[in-house]
């Protein structure tokens, strides 16, 4: 517990981000203050707890088993309270040089990108980072504030998110050009007979055609199997191997790509495109002009 009554909660805020770059300079950088400053701030905090939050070691500090405990509890109700109070303040993104991150799927990734530069003319930062493998690790990103959205194909079941349909992505198959076999209007027996370029969904533990197929397909033959649609998609390019993406990407990569896009063959689902947001900060204004901007580069990109 605090010695003392008076306890300065800007202390928080220091320990708070020494605990997530384990560096006091890193840390003065991201605060607007001197290394010392740091210092002094978490000897003042050791003092008021009377522990020692972290050692020092050849890179930087490393968290005590007491600033382990420390942060597990004070991390949440933290940003809690700074979300609420930053729901009150004025934002004007041509004033503030603020840096958000946003997570996107990789497949999405390079198009989006180039979409959000062009729609956002202000002195604010936007990066966009690859999402963490797990569902819980996006959503705590989110739910901690180091995240500030994510977009995802899968609609979370977490009270504290809100979600919102952005997109309905339209799948089409992919073939080269100059396929010597595949021809409009392809037929399924034809998709049947030739191999197929298979894209391993992690999410869904599955690959992308038996996911996203209204009804089981049959056994197809396996030219290759990927975990990336840029590896697969540069397959195609240069096999006689078919596969199915997103359609919004095939057209972007067949500007560079000999690829031709074709009509599914058979009955197949959209991938639902989310936005997902803690529901404490709906209300920020930051977050608000943040949602609105990344909307509109994802659809009318």
Not at 143 to 163: F, K, R
Request: aromatic fraction near 10%; glycine fraction near 2%.
């Amino acid at each position: 517990m605090p010695k003392s009554n008076h306890f300065d909660f800007n202390l928080l805020r220091v320990f708070l981000s020494v605990y997530k770059t384990h560096s006091y300079s890193q840390s003065a950088e991201v605060l607007d203050l001197t290394p010392s400053a740091v210092s002094h701030a978490i000897k003042r905090l050791n003092a008021q707890l009377s522990e020692t939050l972290f050692q020092r070691t050849n890179i930087g500090v490393e968290p005590t088993f007491v600033a382990h405990d420390f942060y597990k509890q004070i991390a949440i109700p933290y940003m809690d309270i700074e979300q609420s109070l930053s729901s009150y303040e004025k934002f004007d993104p041509y004033e503030s040089k603020r840096t958000f991150r946003v997570l996107v799927p990789d497949i999405y990734m390079s198009a989006f990108v180039a979409r959000l530069d062009k729609e956002n003319d202000t002195n604010c930062q936007i990066i966009c980072i690859a999402p963490p493998a797990e569902d819980e690790q996006i959503y705590d990103l989110l739910m901690s504030g180091e995240v500030d959205l994510a977009l995802d194909y899968v609609l979370p079941s977490l009270a504290g998110i809100n979600s919102e349909i952005i997109y309905e992505e339209e799948i089409c198959c992919v073939a080269r050009k100059n396929h010597p076999r595949v021809k409009l209007p392809l037929r399924f027996e034809d998709y049947m007979a030739e191999s197929h370029v298979k894209l391993n969904l992690r999410r869904w533990n599955n690959r992308a055609a038996d996911t996203l197929a209204k009804r089981a397909l049959p056994q197809r033959k396996t030219h290759s199997e990927h975990n990336s649609l840029y590896s697969m998609i540069h397959t195609l390019a240069s096999s006689d191997a078919l596969g199915i993406c997103p359609k919004r990407l095939a057209q972007d990569l067949q500007k560079t790509l000999p690829i031709d896009i074709l009509p599914v063959p058979f009955e197949i689902n959209n991938i639902t495109v989310w936005l997902h947001w803690p529901k404490k900060i709906s209300n920020n204004p930051a977050n608000k002009w943040l949602r609105d901007i990344v909307r509109k580069a994802w659809v009318e990109g």
